[in-house]
Structure formats: C-alpha cells, structure tokens
C-alpha cells in the first residue's frame, strides 16, 4: 500500500540535500516543469514548504530576484539538475512569518 507520508519525507530529505549543496532541482509544480534554487525548508502550521528562486520567472526590469513558495506536496518528479546555483543575499533567507520553523537553510 502507498503511504503519502512517504513521499513527504522523501521530497524533504531530498530538498534538505539540495539546499545543503547549493544544487538546482527540476521537479513538476502545478502540472509544469521547473527548475528550481532552493535556499530554505520551512514548517507552516504543520505543512512543509520550499523557499526557493524560480530563474525562469519572468520579472520586471526593475525587480529584483525573490524566493517563491512551493508547497512540497504540490512537487513531484524531483530530481537534482547536476549544477549549482548562487544564492540571494541572506535578507532574502529571513523566515517570512515568525511562526514558520526553518527545517534547512542555506
């Protein structure tokens, strides 16, 4: 029998390994492939959570690159791309709500 659980554990052990060697991933988020820079894991209200920047996301010339969300159970396909990334500046890395508990970080 599948356990989901399973999966949760596998997507956070596997995100803790990227963040903790600076490595891309590529998964499928929302039915799309991306590539993404992990920079933090976060614990919401019981619900882990992939800080990350999105280098294909388009932005304004004037805006600077961000950490989006990722709800890990909206990820799957997982996998590391085999390069590294720069991180942002560590002000980005600061947890977004006081409540959230950092499982890893950059």
Same mark, same amino acid.
């Given at each position: 029998?599948?356990?989901?659980?399973?999966?949760?554990?596998?997507?956070?052990?596997?995100?803790?390994?990227?963040?903790?060697?600076?490595?891309?991933?590529?998964?499928?988020?929302?039915?799309?492939?991306?590539?993404?820079?992990?920079?933090?894991?976060?614990?919401?209200?019981?619900?882990?959570? +992939?800080? =990350?920047?999105?280098? *294909?996301? $388009? &932005?304004?010339? !004037?805006?600077?690159? @961000?950490?989006?969300?990722?709800?890990?159970?909206?990820?799957?396909?997982?996998?590391?791309?085999?390069?590294?990334?720069?991180? +942002?500046? =560590?002000?980005?890395? *600061?947890? $977004? &709500?006081?409540? !959230?508990?950092?499982? @890893?970080?950059?």
């Amino acid at each position: 029998m599948h356990n989901p659980a399973d999966d949760t554990v596998t997507r956070i052990a596997l995100c803790t390994l990227a963040i903790e060697r600076r490595a891309a991933i590529k998964a499928r988020y929302n039915g799309a492939e991306v590539e993404l820079h992990p920079h933090q894991l976060v614990d919401r209200n019981g619900t882990p959570y +992939l800080r =990350a920047a999105n280098p *294909a996301k $388009a &932005r304004r010339i !004037d805006e600077a690159p @961000a950490l989006g969300f990722f709800h890990l159970g909206g990820l799957s396909d997982l996998t590391l791309c085999g390069h590294s990334f720069e991180p +942002l500046s =560590a002000e980005s890395t *600061a947890p $977004a &709500r006081e409540t !959230d508990t950092v499982l @890893a970080t950059l």
